[in-house]
């Protein structure tokens, strides 16, 4: 165990892996990743706007059609933009969206997205959430901000 050796490589080693990690944190596609998903050939016809988030304040989401016919979901964190734009594809587009996936065959030959009436707005209803992964039998993320 005192090998100078095996100590170095572990160091390169933990290097290599958190440069990694913080390559992966950095690459999030954000909500335009999830209209490529889910819904590819509405990639570019969804507009996302960043609300600065005050203190103690709820997420919230705001979806509405815009005149040149493309949807603008508007929101507080990219959490609460994914929640609005999976609301937009549950209420109006009246696509299967679900935890598992779904949407993509259902989009297929639709080239633009259906244009809506009003708003739809959505608050949280908590501050803190926790999301339960039924792979590990545990709670994940329980600290997340």
Same mark, same amino acid.
């Given at each position: 165990?005192?090998?100078?050796?095996?100590?170095?490589?572990?160091?390169?080693?933990?290097?290599?892996?958190?440069?990694?990690?913080?390559?992966?944190?950095?690459?999030?596609?954000?909500?335009?990743?999830?209209?490529?998903?889910?819904?590819?050939?509405?990639?570019?016809?969804?507009?996302? /706007?960043?609300?600065?988030?005050?203190?103690? /304040?709820?997420?919230?989401?705001?979806?509405?059609?815009?005149?040149?016919?493309?949807?603008?979901?508007?929101?507080?964190?990219?959490?609460?933009?994914?929640?609005?734009?999976?609301?937009?594809?549950?209420?109006?587009?009246?696509?299967?969206?679900?935890?598992?996936?779904?949407?993509? =065959?259902?989009?297929?030959?639709?080239?633009?997205?259906?244009?809506?009436?009003?708003?739809?707005?959505?608050? =949280?209803?908590?501050?803190?959430?926790?999301?339960?992964?039924?792979?590990?039998?545990?709670?994940?993320?329980?600290?997340?901000?």
């Amino acid at each position: 165990m005192g090998n100078g050796k095996w100590k170095n490589g572990r160091i390169v080693l933990f290097i290599l892996h958190s440069a990694f990690l913080i390559f992966h944190l950095n690459a999030f596609p954000g909500p335009e990743g999830l209209v490529a998903r889910v819904t590819p050939e509405w990639a570019g016809k969804v507009v996302f /706007e960043d609300v600065a988030r005050k203190a103690g /304040e709820k997420e919230f989401c705001e979806v509405r059609s815009l005149p040149d016919g493309r949807i603008a979901v508007k929101g507080n964190t990219p959490n609460a933009q994914c929640a609005g734009y999976g609301k937009y594809l549950r209420k109006v587009a009246k696509v299967p969206y679900f935890w598992e996936g779904g949407g993509t =065959a259902a989009v297929a030959g639709r080239h633009a997205p259906p244009r809506m009436d009003g708003v739809i707005r959505a608050e =949280a209803p908590y501050q803190w959430r926790a999301v339960f992964n039924f792979c590990t039998h545990s709670y994940s993320l329980a600290f997340a901000d």
